[in-house]
């Protein structure tokens, strides 16, 4: 029996949602734009699009029909994998060369969605709970930078910004467990509301970006000029794409775990080709690639809120801060060191969730043992010491210069290698059962 939420609890909850993902998805193209010299005007469009685009994206997931999205509570946002190649093509070959080898990529997942989804035999449980626990571990670096007040803080590691984030953690916790019903799931809002509130008695805030910022910017089809189709940048920009695949595997898998759903390889296709729909719309309006947030991940499983309605709540609201952009820069009030505390939490359930996933596994098996402990060193290992691959060829380093993609790769490799002889293989729906410890 599902539970019937009201229209400001699922607004209510879908900002949470929102609040979660808003540092990545403004960090991307500031980054990205900042590299390859746009103007600021044009960087306050590449803003502006991408967080209505990352809306869109999510409503493609939640509108389950015969061709596409999964129907899972996800929100895809900005791909922080596609960050180093969009600006060494950027600076190589332009912008315009981008958006075509993205538009292709998107085309490519589109099509061949139905033959991505049958290698789910790749994905027993000993491959997918390590999976989700290398996306958790190799993002609470980041998180706990986060905490420290940004890697880029002049003021990083300071008395204030510690403070900051230890009262938001401290905050969300109180509240979950004193908090009950609606209280208890937007826990994470109250944590990041308070925590601002609190830094605003240390330091005034700012509200500069909320002035300069344009009340509405309506998204352009090829903003930055017609598309540009180069054989260099389309093949880095499908590497992109498959390893962006690999990352929403994970995802699906955790959120079918979390929400009790048995995914099919058909659901599983719905979702790839919705994702390769986000990639075509990121093409055409000058955006970037999207995929599943991570972060948005733990956050179902914290607040305990598994329904649609929310997620779907959370894509319009992305699409209005899109196309109103000085509603938007609210959020840029919100201090590095509240969303430390806040998101660090958010990591910490997605690790808890590869936990409880490989609760299924036999670890009487050595093999077993083996796969979990070197994936999870290598994912680790690359997150923490990304210079690893440094010296080999860049589309090497686009591939294994992420921890995620190393360690799911790795996994995935030694699972075929070292796993039980003549064990069958198994199908999507085993993977489905065993991930919600059915038998």
Not at 159 to 173: P, R, W
Request: with cysteine.
């Amino acid at each position: 029996m599902k539970t019937q939420i009201s229209n400001p609890k699922a607004l209510s909850l879908g900002l949470q949602h929102v609040l979660a993902m808003y540092a990545g998805a403004m960090l991307v193209p500031i980054i990205v734009g900042g590299a390859l010299g746009l103007s600021s005007t044009q960087l306050a469009y590449l803003i502006a699009i991408d967080l209505s685009t990352c809306g869109l994206a999510t409503l493609f997931q939640m509108w389950r029909n015969k061709y596409f999205g999964i129907g899972l509570p996800v929100v895809l946002g900005t791909s922080f994998v596609a960050v180093t190649p969009m600006i060494t093509l950027g600076k190589e070959y332009g912008l315009t060369a981008i958006y075509g080898a993205i538009i292709v990529t998107g085309l490519f997942i589109i099509l061949f969605a139905k033959y991505f989804s049958h290698i789910l035999k790749l994905f027993p449980p000993v491959v997918t709970g390590t999976v989700v626990m290398i996306i958790g571990l190799s993002l609470i670096p980041t998180g706990v930078k986060n905490m420290a007040g940004g890697a880029s803080n002049p003021h990083f590691g300071s008395a204030q910004n510690l403070f900051l984030s230890l009262a938001t953690l401290s905050i969300i916790l109180v509240t979950h467990y004193f908090g009950k019903g609606f209280i208890r799931s937007i826990a994470v809002l109250i944590g990041i509301f308070a925590g601002t509130v609190l830094s605003s008695f240390m330091n005034p805030l700012n509200f500069t970006t909320v002035k300069d910022a344009s009340w509405i910017h309506l998204p352009m089809p090829f903003y930055f000029g017609v598309p540009q189709f180069e054989i260099v940048p389309i093949l880095t920009m499908l590497i992109v794409g498959i390893v962006i695949m690999i990352e929403s595997t994970g995802a699906f898998l955790a959120l079918g775990d979390i929400t009790k759903q048995r995914l099919t390889s058909k659901d599983f296709e719905r979702g790839y080709r919705a994702e390769g729909l986000a990639f075509l719309l990121g093409g055409i309006f000058n955006a970037f690639p999207y995929s599943t947030f991570a972060q948005n991940v733990g956050l179902v499983q914290m607040s305990g809120v598994k329904n649609r309605r929310i997620t779907i709540a959370a894509g319009f609201i992305l699409v209005f801060l899109g196309l109103v952009p000085k509603i938007a820069a609210l959020a840029t009030l919100i201090p590095t060191a509240v969303l430390g505390g806040a998101t660090v939490v958010m990591f910490g359930m997605i690790v808890s969730s590869g936990i409880k996933m490989l609760t299924t596994v036999d670890f009487t098996n050595q093999s077993n043992l083996l796969i979990i402990a070197i994936s999870i060193s290598l994912g680790l290992g690359t997150t923490v010491v990304p210079e690893l691959f440094s010296s080999l060829p860049s589309f090497i380093k686009t591939l294994f210069g992420d921890g995620i993609i190393t360690g799911s790769i790795a996994a995935i490799l030694l699972n075929l290698l070292i796993s039980q002889k003549g064990k069958p293989v198994e199908t999507a729906k085993d993977i489905s059962l065993a991930s919600q410890g059915g038998h």
